[in-house]
């Protein structure tokens, strides 16, 4: 029988137990044994974390040591395994689940470690058989007095205690996006009850491994519970989370060999790079290791393929969409401050130039979210930004993909439609008539007024970047096409090139060079026209590229010219590629 498709399942035994495919990460295992006792990864969401502790909980856990060779029997580790494996009692918390319920923020807590703590006695109760005390721990409603007594009474008997963090930072973010710093700050520092279960974690476990998507938290934590080691930028681990492109071929090819995906491997694997490929998170693997595709999205892509012979028509899971809110609730935070221009500001830099500098940091406050290096980690962490290269001491930092990239764009354009609204409807029918007619110029002076109002009304800087920003965003609805800015041909970068969806929209018939020149209102006729003239130099040798041709043909390729004076667009003009 062919193993399922595991999209959406998160329990490695249950994927184990239930037949599911498996992509191996267990040779991670020893490196993990040997770098530190104590460990801290972050991630973005939707990259395997969940799999990856409830596998290393499978793996260590006493009470499933007789189940090693069915479950890892076929894995590397099942034939590699380490003298640790099955000798602790395993303590697993998902603090996701800590913030259910109707009572308060600490009474949920300690009503879920109470849950998780009693299912640990119950898990490993003959091994604390002859506690007298037991029951009544069992029965006390006090999560500390359950970890204070298993800290003592597991001690005293010799048991090896492991515990395991899965979202560890889950139960605060959404404190820190839904309620404010303030309260974040009470229940982080001082006597925060939260920072007190981390304090108390100290000493008491022989391991420890905890995983998030951002390390704000840690930051808030760590004179209460600084023993971690934090291996989230370490190269030995870049490649432990999401899927390699050498995972996705074997995988589709388990799949074929299996009957039940049709097609050519190779042409899926070119539709989906664009989309869900090329993450990095080791400054140190950037030319080292193959980029990471995005678990969820690579398997919800073969899953539709599987049972529809098709491509999804939507790229991107609705599910990856509930992530981009919680990003933009914390995006808010303290809007009102000055910063908070800042921010924004951040947002339509990489936006527009689809990249930035960042110096890294691995941890920081709530309370600085705001500043600038801080706001562009946090992106970073939440997969809104990647690894592409150095600058300096600095980072390149890009948008990964389509995927992240449509969500940026969602987010900037809400950004620009609270202050002046473009009507979206009226917006998708120009881009309709421009994809299949060719009327391209309603389009491009519908969105050159936007942004002219839209620029007035929010007395925006003027400048290059805040225009090319604006027009990604909204060309970003332009669905038939794949949006590339700032494209890199043989004579230099266009803006923009509308490259045709023609796998996912056969019917789109024509396509575009954008080219976008600005000057500021106080620049004179002749400056106007120089680089008006440049500008239709370099669409044409755009146009002459290799590139080009190949991806536009059976298209009409239109060579574009934009040009503003200010917020004023001057220019709109076709330019002819021939000499």
């Given at each position: ?577 021939k000499c």
């Open positions: 029988m062919a193993k399922g498709i595991p999209y959406g399942i998160s329990d490695f035994s249950r994927l184990i137990d239930q037949n599911y495919y498996y992509v191996d990460k267990t040779h991670f295992i020893p490196q993990i044994e040997e770098i530190a006792n104590y460990l801290f990864l972050i991630r973005p969401r939707r990259f395997g974390k969940s799999v990856f502790l409830t596998m290393m909980r499978a793996y260590y856990d006493i009470s499933q040591k007789d189940r090693f060779e069915e479950r890892f029997g076929n894995l590397w580790i099942g034939k590699h395994p380490t003298p640790l494996q099955g000798i602790y009692q395993v303590l697993y918390f998902d603090f996701s689940k800590a913030n259910l319920g109707r009572g308060s923020l600490e009474d949920n807590f300690n009503n879920y470690c109470c849950i998780q703590l009693n299912d640990f006695f119950s898990t490993y109760r003959e091994y604390y058989q002859g506690e007298k005390e037991l029951e009544q721990i069992i029965a006390s409603t006090e999560a500390a007095t359950k970890l204070h007594w298993l800290e003592a009474t597991a001690r005293r008997l010799g048991h090896l205690l492991y515990l395991i963090i899965d979202e560890y930072d889950n139960f605060t973010n959404v404190i820190l996006s839904e309620q404010g710093k303030n309260l974040f700050r009470d229940l982080t520092h001082a006597s925060g009850f939260y920072r007190e279960y981390f304090k108390q974690f100290k000493g008491m476990f022989e391991r420890i491994f905890l995983m998030g998507v951002s390390p704000v938290t840690l930051d808030d934590l760590s004179s209460g519970y600084n023993i971690d080691w934090n291996i989230s930028v370490d190269p030995h681990f870049n490649m432990m989370m999401g899927f390699s492109e050498t995972d996705v071929r074997e995988m589709f090819g388990y799949y074929q060999k299996e009957g039940m995906l049709k097609g050519d491997i190779d042409a899926m694997i070119n539709e989906m790079k664009p989309w869900y490929d090329n993450y990095c998170f080791a400054k140190a693997s950037l030319k080292t290791d193959p980029r990471m595709f995005n678990c969820d999205m690579t398997l919800y892509y073969l899953r539709h393929r599987v049972n529809f012979d098709a491509s999804p028509e939507e790229l991107v899971d609705k599910n990856i969409r509930t992530d981009y809110s919680k990003l933009k609730m914390l995006a808010r935070l303290d809007h009102e401050n000055v910063s908070g221009g800042d921010r924004m500001s951040t947002i339509e830099e990489i936006a527009a130039k689809g990249e930035i500098l960042v110096n890294l940091h691995t941890s920081f406050p709530a309370e600085k979210i705001v500043e600038t290096d801080n706001f562009r980690s946090l992106l970073y962490y939440y997969g809104l930004l990647t690894m592409c290269g150095t600058r300096g001491d600095r980072i390149v930092m890009c948008i990964p993909n389509n995927c992240v990239r449509e969500q940026y764009f969602g987010f900037l354009r809400e950004y620009y439609q609270q202050r002046k609204e473009v009507f979206l409807p009226h917006l998708k029918d120009l881009i309709d008539d421009m994809a299949f007619d060719g009327q391209w110029r309603p389009l491009f002076e519908y969105i050159a007024l936007a942004y002219k109002e839209n620029s007035a009304i929010r007395d925006a800087i003027e400048g290059e970047h805040n225009l090319q920003g604006f027009f990604k965003a909204y060309l970003a609805l332009a669905s038939y096409y794949l949006v590339q800015p700032e494209l890199e041909m043989n004579y230099g970068y266009c803006d923009f090139f509308l490259l045709p969806d023609k796998s996912r929209y056969p019917d789109t018939a024509h396509s575009y060079i954008l080219e976008l020149k600005y000057l500021p209102r106080t620049a004179t006729d002749k400056e106007l026209e120089e680089q008006a003239e440049e500008g239709r130099g370099q669409l044409k040798q755009y146009s002459r590229d290799k590139k080009v041709t190949t991806i536009s043909e059976g298209t009409a390729l239109h060579c574009i010219l934009l040009q503003f004076k200010g917020w004023e667009l001057i220019k709109c003009e076709e330019v002819s590629p």
